[in-house]
């Protein structure tokens, strides 16, 4: 889909689309694993992402891959390289 952002350096992260409801932006919501300093069990965290998709190609619960871009609005800082995944 946008091949030549994918040689771009920088944080690339995959999570799943939680709204697609604006116009050529996504929030993606990615999960990360974190090892408990005392307990040492792992506990999963997510953190929320605004990312620019041009071709509002995803749609909600799509496994997609995102990029560190420059800003775009106030609170987009991604870009969407790939949807992995489709919703069933």
């Known amino acids: 889909m946008n091949a030549h952002l994918e040689h771009k ?13 604006n116009d050529k932006t996504i929030v ?9 300093p005392l307990l040492k069990k792992f506990i999963r965290r997510h953190k929320k ?4 998709d041009p071709d509002n190609a995803c749609g909600m619960g799509d496994k997609v ?5 420059r800003p775009l609005s106030r609170n987009k800082r991604w870009h969407l390289v790939s ?3 489709k919703a069933v």
Request: a positive charge.
């Open 9 to 21: 350096k920088g944080r690339s992260l995959v999570g799943t689309v939680v709204s697609n409801k």
């Open 28 to 36: 993606v919501r990615v999960e990360t694993l974190v090892r408990h």
């Open 49 to 52: 992402f605004t990312a620019h």
């Open 65 to 69: 891959k995102i990029i560190e871009y």
């Open 83 to 85: 949807v992995l995944e």
